[in-house]
RNA sequence: CCCCUUAUAGUUCAAUGGAUAGAACAAGGGACUUCUAAUCCCUAGAUCCAAGUUCGACUCUUGGUGGGGGGACCA
C-alpha cells in the first residue's frame, strides 16, 4: 500500500471519532510549494462549514489525535491558515521507499486497482488502402499509452485494431490497381514503395470515378465483389492490397511500439451490425423514409442534449458506419467480455458516438455503461516543412523522416555519432512527447522549431536524462563504487527523494482520468530535478561518506524515468 | 439555429476546488582542464469577457465572444 493510502486511512480513522454522522472524503494532495510538506489535506476545511466550527480548532484535534500515533514514515504534522493539515514524512520514510524501488525495478508503479477485470482497448483502426498519415501517429501514441496505463493498473488487457476493409474508396483503389494492372506491384522491391503505389491507386482511383460518370457501375461492382467475397479478378487483386496493406500497418504500428491481439475488420461488424439492427426494428430502431433510424425519445434527450437522429441503414439495405459499429460493439463483448471496453478516436466523432453508444445500450446495457470513447486532436502543421511522398498528407514515415533528419543535423552539431536506430527512437520520443504533454482532445500544433524540440521540455531531454543517469552508474561501477541503501546520519532528503515516492499514485491518477498527460508533467519535474541535482553536487566523491547512497538515488531515478517512459511508449537509450 | 469541444506568459503547453498559477522555447546575463552542456543557474513575463456558487475558482454554474468539430442515408 503507498504511504498516500496508509495516511488517508488513518486520518480517516481519526476524523471518525471526531465528527460522527457525517460524510466525507480524505483528499491528500501534494502541495505546491514544498516547504508546506509532503502531504496536505483541506478536511478540516470541509467539515468547519457542516459543523459550523472554526476550522483551525478542528485541525488542531485531528493533528493532536494524529501525533498520538507515532507514524515512523511522518516526521511532522501541522496547521497552517485558513485550516490546512500538513504532513512532511521521515528519514526512514525516504530511506525505505528507494530501497523498494530499488527491489521492484521495472514493476515499480505497478499497481492492483484493477487487478482480476478485463479491459480491451482498440486504437489505431487504419483505413487499408489509405496511406498511415499524420492522424493515426496520434491516435496510435494515445492509443498506446493507455494500453500501457491499463496494464499498470493490474487488468488484464487485450489490444485490438479496427481496419476499414470496405467501402466505395477502396472499390475505387482496387479499380485502379487493376487498371495498371497488379504485377505492376512487382516493380517495385520495398514495402514503402508498393505502398506509395497503392495510396496512388486510393488516389487516382478517386479522382476517376470524379471525373467519369460512367464508371460508377463497375466500381459499384467491384465493391460488391469484395463486400461478399466473389471468386473474382477484383476480389483477388483486392486480397493482394489487403495483406500489403495489413503487412505494412504491422510494421509501422511495431516501429511506434505497438502490438495487437487481434484484429475485427469492418467487413465482419457490418454483417453483424446489419443483423442486429434488424432482429431490434421496432424496438429501438425504425424506418423512415425507406431507412433504418435511431431517434432518441425525450427521455434520451434529457440525458444528452447531443443526441439527434442517425441512419443505421441506409435505403439500399446496406449498413452505415452506425450500424458497423453496433456490430462492433456486440463483437467486442461476445468475444472479450470487458469491464471496460476504451477506443480512441479523432474528435469529429465525438457527437456521432454519442447516439450510436445510446442506442447500442437498449440493445444491451453493457454496452452502454462499459464502453469508454476517447477522442483526440489533430495534429495542425503550421510552417513545418514535411516533403510528402502522397500530396498535402503527411505520413507518418514522412514525419518521422523529418524529424530524424532533425535529430542528426543536431548529433553532428554537438559533435556526437548515432546509429540510424538510435536516431529513430530520440525522433519517435520526441514526437510522441509533444502528443503526450497536451490534455488529449486539443488540437496540437505540431511544429518542428515551436512545439517539436530535443531541449527542456522534451522526450530527447528525458532520455538524456536517464542516458546520463546510466552514464555515472558506470562510471561508479568502473571505479568500483557500489550503491549503498542506507544514509548515513548527516544525509538531508533532497527534493528528488521527495519525488521518487510519488510515482504509483502518478499512475493511478493517470490512469482513472485516461491522462498520460499526467505522467509527461511528472517525469518531466523528476528529469528537472535530477538534473538540477546533478549541476550542484559531485555524485561520486571518494571523500563523502553519502556517496553510495547517492549511487541509489541515481539508479532509483533511473528506475522511476524508464518506468514513466515506458508508460508513455517512450523508449530509453543507455547512451546518448 | 442546435450540440460537442477549446480559450492561461511573446510562442508551445501544464496545474485531482486550495496556500506564492508551473515548465519549455524565444529575450537578457552567467556556468564546460570536472560524473555526458540534448545540461544547469539567474532576470523579466499570463488565467477571453460578465455575473453567480464557495471559507477559497484557471478549474464548478449561467450568459456572451473567438478557434476547432459535428448535426438523415460518407466515415
Known amino acids: 500500500m503507498s504511504i498516500k493510502k496508509k495516511l488517508e486511512i488513518l ?3 481519526i ?14 494532495e501534494h502541495p505546491n510549494v514544498i516547504s508546506h510538506g509532503d502531504f496536505a489535506t483541506n478536511i478540516a476545511m470541509v467539515l468547519a462549514n457542516k459543523l459550523r466550527k472554526n476550522p483551525l480548532d478542528i485541525a488542531n484535534k485531528i493533528v493532536t489525535e494524529f501525533s498520538l500515533k507515532n507514524i515512523k514514515e511522518v516526521e511532522s504534522v501541522s496547521v497552517a491558515n485558513p485550516g490546512f493539515i500538513n504532513i512532511k514524512l521521515s528519514k526512514t520514510f525516504f530511506e525505505k521507499n528507494i530501497k523498494e524501488i530499488l527491489f521492484s525495478e521495472i514493476e515499480f508503479g505497478d499497481l492492483d486497482i484493477w487487478k482480476g477485470k478485463t479491459i480491451l482497448v482498440e486504437h489505431s483502426s487504419p483505413n487499408l488502402f489509405k496511406p498511415f498519415h499524420i492522424g493515426h501517429m496520434m491516435n496510435n501514441t494515445i492509443g498506446e499509452s493507455i494500453v500501457r496505463l491499463c496494464k499498470i493498473s493490474g487488468a488484464n488487457v487485450e489490444v485490438i485494431s479496427y481496419p476499414s476493409d470496405v467501402s466505395l474508396g477502396i472499390g475505387k483503389a482496387v479499380w485502379q490497381l487493376m487498371e495498371y494492372g497488379v504485377e505492376e506491384l512487382n516493380n517495385y522491391k520495398t514495402i514503402s514503395e508498393k505502398m506509395e503505389f497503392l495510396g496512388k491507386c486510393y488516389s487516382n482511383g478517386t479522382k476517376a470515378y470524379k471525373k467519369y460518370p460512367d464508371l460508377e457501375i463497375r466500381i459499384r461492382e467491384i465493391t460488391q465483389d469484395i463486400y461478399e467475397h466473389r471468386d473474382t479478378e477484383a476480389y483477388r487483386v483486392y486480397k493482394i492490397g489487403k495483406d500489403l496493406n495489413l503487412d505494412y500497418f504491422i510494421r509501422m504500428t511495431t516501429r511506434l511500439g505497438s502490438v495487437f491481439d487481434s484484429y475485427i475488420f469492418e467487413s465482419e461488424a457490418g454483417e453483424v451490425g446489419k443483423k442486429i439492427v434488424y432482429e431490434n426494428l421496432g424496438k429501438v430502431f425504425t424506418e423512415s423514409n425507406e431507412a433504418i433510424i435511431f ?13 439527434h437522429t442517425r441512419v443505421f441503414i441506409n435505403k439500399d439495405g446496406n449498413p452505415t458506419y452506425e450500424a458497423k459499429d453496433t456490430g462492433l460493439l456486440k463483437l467486442k463483448f461476445d468475444r472479450y467480455d470487458p469491464d471496460l471496453s476504451i477506443f480512441i478516436t479523432d474528435n469529429e466523432q465525438g457527437p456521432y458516438f454519442e447516439v450510436v453508444k445510446v442506442a447500442a445500450g437498449k440493445i444491451n446495457e453493457k454496452w452502454e455503461k462499459n464502453t469508454k470513447h476517447m477522442t483526440h486532436g489533430r495534429l495542425k502543421f503550421n510552417g513545418m516543412k514535411i516533403s510528402s511522398r502522397l500530396g498535402s498528407v503527411p505520413l507518418v514515415s514522412d514525419i518521422i523522416d523529418s524529424v530524424n533528419d532533425a535529430v542528426y543535423k543536431k548529433t553532428i552539431e554537438s559533435g556526437r555519432e548515432i546509429s540510424t536506430e538510435n536516431s529513430d527512437v530520440i525522433s519517435i520520443a520526441a514526437i510522441k512527447y509533444t502528443i503526450l504533454r497536451t490534455q488529449a482532445g486539443k488540437n496540437i500544433d505540431f511544429n518542428l522549431e515551436k512545439s517539436l524540440s530535443f531541449e527542456g521540455d522534451s522526450g530527447p531531454y528525458l532520455q538524456y536524462t536517464y542516458a546520463r ?26 527534493d528528488l527523494e521527495r519525488f521518487l515516492y510519488r510515482l504509483p499514485d502518478i499512475f493511478e491518477l493517470a490512469f482513472l482520468n485516461y491522462a498520460p498527460q499526467n505522467v509527461t508533467g511528472y517525469v518531466t519535474e523528476i528529469a528537472q530535478i535530477f538534473n538540477s541535482w546533478y549541476g550542484d553536487t559531485k555524485i561520486i566523491d571518494i571523500n563523502d561518506e553519502n556517496t553510495g547512497y547517492k549511487l541509489a538515488l541515481v539508479e532509483a531515478t533511473s528506475i522511476v524515468i524508464k518506468k514513466s517512459l515506458w508508460s508513455l511508449g517512450i523508449e530509453v537509450l543507455e547512451e546518448m
Open 295 to 307: 431517434e432518441p425519445n425525450e427521455d434520451d434527450l434529457k440525458n444528452n442534449k447531443s443526441l
Open 15 to 28: 476524523v471518525k471519532n471526531i465528527v460522527v454522522e457525517h460524510d466525507y472524503v480524505i483528499n491528500l
Open 469 to 494: 543517469c546510466m552514464s555515472i552508474l558506470r562510471k561508479a561501477k568502473k571505479e568500483g563504487l557500489r550503491r549503498n541503501l542506507n544514509q548515513s546520519k548527516n544525509w538531508k532528503i533532497i
Open 11 to 13: 486520518l480517516y480513522k
